[in-house]
C-alpha cells in the first residue's frame, strides 16, 4: 500500500512563530503537490516540486522536496491568521498516474 | 473565472435513496476525478477519467457507487442504495493532460447527509 503519512495532524501556533509540515512515504513520488484547504471549499494548489533537493518559495512559505524524493516539507515563516487551514501534501508516484493525498496538518494561528 | 461546478452543494438523505451528483469540469479539461473526504480518512481517489474513459476506479465501491461522463462537460457520481457510511464531502476536480506536475482543480464539493 502506498501511503503519505503528514505529521503534525494538528497544529496551533500564535502569530509570527514558525512552523515546518512534513510529509513523507516509502516510496519515491515523480512528482509532489502541496494544498490549502479552507472549510466549505476545495484544496486549492500552492506549489509542485518534481527535481530532488528542490526547494521553492511562495512569499512566507518554503516548500522542499528531499533529494530522495520521498519525502517533502513546509516551512511558514511568521505565521499569521489567515494561513489557517488544512495544508494536504499529494504526490503522484509515477507521470500521469493517480495523485494520492496525505491525511493533512490542521493549522490554527491565533492573534 | 474558470471553475469546476458541483451540484448540489448539500444533500440530506435516508438511507437506502438513491443520491447523484453532477460536476461540470472546466472546458478544455479533459482529466476529471472523483474524492470524498471524511475526517477519518481525509481525500480518497473514487475515480478517474481521462478523455471520458475510466482509467481508474478501484478507490470506488463498486456494488453501491457508479461514475461516468455522459460528456465532456459532465461528470456524475452515483450512491444506490446510500448507507449512513457514505456520509462526507464529495469532490470533483479536472484539470488538463499534461504529462508532469498536472495541475487539478477542485470543485467547492458536495456534503452529503445520509440519515
Known amino acids: 500500500t502506498q501511503l503519505l503519512e503528514q505529521s503534525p495532524q494538528f497544529l496551533s501556533i500564535q502569530e509570527g512563530e514558525n512552523l515546518t509540515v512534513y510529509c513523507n512515504s516509502s516510496?519515491?513520488?515523480?512528482?509532489l503537490q502541496w494544498y490549502r484547504q479552507e472549510p466549505g471549499e476545495g484544496p486549492v494548489l500552492l506549489v509542485t516540486?518534481?527535481?530532488?533537493?528542490e526547494v521553492k518559495k511562495l512569499k512566507r512559505l518554503t516548500f522542499q522536496f528531499g533529494d530522495a524524493r520521498k519525502d517533502s516539507s513546509l516551512h511558514i515563516t511568521a505565521a499569521q491568521t489567515g494561513d489557517t487551514g488544512l495544508y494536504l501534501c499529494?504526490?503522484?508516484?509515477?507521470?500521469?498516474?493517480?495523485?494520492?493525498f496525505g491525511q493533512g496538518t490542521e493549522l490554527s494561528v491565533k492573534p | 473565472d474558470a471553475r469546476v461546478t458541483q451540484t448540489p452543494r448539500h444533500k440530506v438523505t435516508e438511507m437506502g435513496q438513491e443520491v447523484t451528483m453532477r460536476c461540470q469540469p472546466i472546458?478544455?479539461?479533459?482529466?476529471v476525478f472523483w474524492y470524498r473526504q471524511t475526517m477519518m480518512q481525509g481525500l480518497e481517489l473514487l475515480a478517474y477519467?481521462?478523455?471520458?474513459?475510466?482509467?481508474?476506479d478501484s478507490g470506488m465501491p463498486k456494488d453501491r457507487f457508479s461514475a461516468e461522463m455522459p460528456d465532456a462537460t459532465l461528470a456524475t457520481l452515483k450512491i444506490q442504495p446510500s448507507e449512513p457510511r457514505d456520509s462526507a464531502v464529495y469532490f470533483c476536480?479536472?484539470?488538463?493532460?499534461?504529462?508532469?506536475?498536472?495541475?487539478?482543480?477542485f470543485g467547492e464539493g458536495s456534503w452529503l447527509t445520509v440519515v
Open positions: 499529494a504526490g503522484r508516484y509515477n507521470q500521469g498516474g493517480k495523485l494520492i
Open positions: 477519467f481521462r478523455n471520458r474513459a475510466p482509467l481508474d
Open positions: 476536480a479536472s484539470g488538463p493532460d499534461r504529462v508532469s506536475g498536472n495541475t487539478i482543480y
Open positions: 516510496s519515491v513520488f515523480s512528482s
Open positions: 516540486v518534481v527535481t530532488g533537493g
Open positions: 472546458l478544455g479539461h479533459n482529466t
